[in-house]
């Protein structure tokens, strides 16, 4: 993501749990990386907090439920209920001058210990239009995804906007790019996507995805 897109994240959410955030910035090495380090400093004393306080709430529910007349629990049933979940991915934050550096550095974190999966672009519209434009500049053969989020209000008039996405939906119908199902943008992202419409107060959304091979 772009400093803007980060500085977007509420302060309390950046950086993002549970993920590398790679924030791309002209000024690696000044600032910007000087805030995205006290930020992530912060966001990992939050989650080791959060962390104690469920695991000291197991056992005092356990005890709770014993006390109220419950059936008590046998021994491989506790097993199971402290063993260690299955590891998520963890935190972390780092600043890049460009998307090549960082997708560089993402690379040999994929081969590395950190297991990087799935790269995301979240924006803004530099950091788009340079992940589109990555084509032959790309160090390793890459599968470009879109998957984005359909909007429209119930009662049919347009928003008024003035930053728009690099491609539009007469270029996604061009045939350079090929629109998956839900169960293939479900197996992207990691949820369940059915492709429907649903309504959140004056508008309606769906999520749908698109996909072109870059050669």
Same mark, same amino acid.
Request: charged residues 30%; contains cysteine.
């Given at each position: 993501?772009?400093?803007?897109?980060?500085?977007?994240?509420?302060p309390?959410?950046?950086?993002?749990?549970k993920?590398?955030?790679?924030? /791309?910035?002209?000024d690696?090495?000044?600032?910007?990386?000087?805030?995205?380090?006290?930020?992530?400093?912060? &966001?990992?004393?939050?989650?080791?907090?959060?962390?104690?306080?469920?695991?000291? @709430? @197991?056992? @005092?529910? @356990?005890?709770?439920?014993?006390?109220?007349?419950?059936?008590p629990?046998?021994?491989?049933?506790?097993?199971? +209920?402290?063993?260690?979940p +299955? &590891? =998520?991915?963890?935190?972390?934050? #780092?600043? =890049?001058?460009?998307?090549?550096?960082?997708?560089?550095?993402?690379?040999?974190?994929?081969?590395?210990e950190?297991?990087?999966?799935?790269?995301?672009?979240?924006?803004?519209?530099? /950091?788009?239009?340079?992940?589109?434009?990555?084509?032959?500049?790309?160090?390793?053969?890459?599968?470009?995804? /879109? +998957?984005?989020?359909?909007?429209?209000?119930?009662?049919?008039?347009? #928003?008024?906007?003035?930053?728009?996405?690099? +491609?539009?939906?007469?270029?996604?119908?061009?045939?350079?790019?090929? &629109?998956?199902?839900?169960?293939?943008?479900?197996?992207?992202?990691?949820?369940?996507?059915?492709?429907?419409?649903?309504? !959140?107060?004056?508008?309606?959304?769906?999520?749908?995805?698109?996909?072109?091979? /870059? !050669?």
């Open positions: 993501m772009g400093r803007k897109t980060y500085d977007s994240i509420p309390r959410l950046r950086p993002l749990g993920r590398l955030n790679v924030v /791309i910035s002209r690696p090495d000044g600032s910007v990386a000087e805030r995205v380090k006290i930020d992530l400093e912060s &966001k990992l004393e939050r989650e080791r907090e959060a962390a104690e306080a469920k695991a000291k @709430q @197991q056992p @005092q529910n @356990q005890a709770e439920g014993r006390n109220s007349g419950e059936e629990v046998n021994a491989a049933a506790v097993t199971a +209920v402290v063993a260690p +299955v &590891k =998520e991915g963890s935190t972390g934050a #780092f600043v =890049e001058r460009s998307l090549e550096e960082a997708l560089r550095r993402l690379d040999n974190a994929a081969a590395g950190e297991g990087v999966g799935n790269i995301y672009v979240i924006g803004g519209a530099e /950091i788009y239009n340079a992940s589109l434009k990555l084509g032959s500049r790309s160090e390793n053969e890459r599968t470009i995804r /879109i +998957v984005m989020t359909d909007v429209e209000k119930l009662d049919g008039s347009g #928003f008024e906007c003035d930053t728009f996405f690099p +491609v539009d939906a007469e270029e996604l119908n061009s045939g350079k790019w090929r &629109k998956v199902s839900p169960a293939e943008v479900t197996g992207w992202v990691g949820e369940e996507v059915t492709g429907e419409w649903t309504e !959140e107060g004056d508008v309606r959304v769906r999520m749908v995805g698109s996909c072109v091979s /870059i !050669e």
